[in-house]
């Protein structure tokens, strides 16, 4: 392991084979990237395609994981590698370059010493770039506690001509923070989602199918009462309502082997709500005890994997679903968020489910 300083990249090189000058130069800071100097010769631009497998870089300590995802650029004798979200502090990363004849493997991890400067939105919630017309909550994480208290004042929905919406979310009071305070939860108006509502038909719902948006964060106040360190855009594009309900039954399971340090993997068909996943999924051994273990979600929170404590044992499992599961519109396992009194499907609702998978 090596220590890191808030202000400088450290340079972290070890060379299996091909030329020395080759070097990695990790992150010092959740949003630097990582870089790879010293490629006077190569002919790293025409190989644009290969990039990802060329330099790739992992979440250690979670088995069989894929690449985190990002985006590459090259100046001909360098080649960056700027991940999709920030990296996390206190997460141990291992990066991996093989290129014309030189392997390189170096690890780092970025000190959680936010409080030296000023907090930053790490990441929100959902990912996706396309989300449904009535979605219903957006989750915002800041990499250091916040003062809150104002929230409302400094978070927008802008549309294509930036625009801010109006009535676009609930003014909750107290507002949506978790214990920490560096989750904030906003929730898109019920009264303009649901259809029948008086402002549903007044002036319709506040994202429109097949524009534009951008959910900007700037200016809020940490707990030190220290501004942003500058302002977080989610841009995305409104896709069609979203108004059936999860099916766990629908839901894609791949079950570990016995002694395989790997995951229960579930490919689920859809975005589903990223703080309930963690909650409302569970894996049970065959005498009904909850396995203790880590989540991890991927693809736009499409896919769900479960790292248990302890190696999976041969036997039969059970998948746990709660009812209150939700998908990006609410809708939820036992029926629909924006349900008409003629829907069908209220008579249609489901009770927590079970999925079951033997491990061999």
């Known amino acids: 392991m090596v220590a890191l300083t808030a202000t400088l990249f450290v340079t972290v090189l070890t060379v299996w084979n091909g030329r020395a000058d080759v070097t990695i130069v990790v992150p010092a800071t959740p949003d630097e990237p990582v870089v790879v100097t010293g490629l006077f010769g190569s002919d790293i631009g025409a190989a644009r395609e290969d990039w990802p497998s060329i330099l790739s870089v992992y979440v250690t300590g979670r088995g069989e994981v894929p690449a985190v995802l990002g985006e590459y650029t090259t100046d001909g004798v360098s080649i960056t590698f700027t991940p999709r979200f920030p990296f996390v502090p206190d997460q141990e990363y ?170 229960l993997r579930i490919e689920l068909g859809e975005s589903l709500d990223h703080a309930l996943l963690q909650r409302f999924v569970a894996v049970a051994d065959a005498s009904g005890s909850i396995l203790e273990g880590t989540v991890e979600l991927s693809q736009c929170e499409t896919e769900w994997a479960f790292y248990p404590t302890e190696t999976w044992a041969a036997g039969e499992y059970t998948i746990l679903i709660h009812e209150a599961l939700e998908d990006l519109a609410g809708n939820r396992v036992d029926g629909l968020f924006d349900a008409k009194t003629n829907d069908s499907s209220l008579s249609a609702k489901k009770p927590a489910q079970k999925l079951r998978f033997d491990v061999r």
């Open 94 to 263: 291992r990066v991996v370059f093989s290129f014309d004849a030189t392997h390189i493997e170096s690890s780092f991890m970025i000190p959680n010493v936010a409080s030296s400067w000023n907090a930053v939105v790490n990441r929100i919630y959902p990912t996706a770039n396309e989300l449904p017309s009535n979605l219903l909550k957006f989750y915002v994480y800041f990499s250091s506690p916040m003062r809150g208290g104002d929230v409302y004042d400094h978070v927008a929905l802008l549309d294509e001509s930036g625009e801010a919406v109006d009535l676009a979310f609930v003014e909750t009071r107290p507002e949506l923070w978790d214990p920490s305070m560096t989750r904030l939860t906003l929730i898109c108006h019920p009264g303009r989602i649901k259809r029948g509502l008086e402002l549903n038909e007044r002036i319709g719902p506040p994202l429109r199918e097949g524009e534009t948006f951008t959910l900007r964060v700037d200016g809020l106040l940490d707990d030190a009462g220290s501004p942003m360190a500058r302002a977080f855009d989610k841009d995305f594009v409104v896709g069609a309502a979203d108004r059936m309900a999860p099916d766990p039954e629908a839901w894609v399971v791949h079950a570990p082997g016995a002694d395989a340090d790997v995951p």
